[in-house]
């Protein structure tokens, strides 16, 4: 999905991937987004490493760590940011 913000001028477009599926070939990462995801990773591993968190948000923030991981390893090895 493409979405147009207003203030940009005529034609230039920025991927919104709120809608998308994690597994649409559509999707493609650029080197911002990137950085996005290792920054969001940067915030859940203290959270998943640490012995006191509840299990079920340990859970919850190890999948969704996992599942940042494999778009990082899939866009290193392919350049195909899809998730499996």
């Known amino acids: 999905m493409i979405s147009y913000l207003s203030g940009m001028r005529s034609g230039e477009a920025l991927s919104d991937l709120d809608d998308c599926r994690p597994n649409c ?10 950085e996005q995801v290792h920054a969001q990773i940067a915030q859940l591993r203290p959270i998943v490493d640490d012995p006191l968190a509840p299990a079920f948000r340990h859970t919850r923030e ?6 940042l991981e494999r778009i990082i390893t899939a866009h290193a090895n392919t350049g195909e940011p899809h998730d499996d």
Do not use: K, S
């Open 25 to 34: 070939v559509n999707i493609a990462r650029t080197d911002r987004d990137i």
């Open 62 to 67: 190890q999948h969704e760590l996992d599942r």
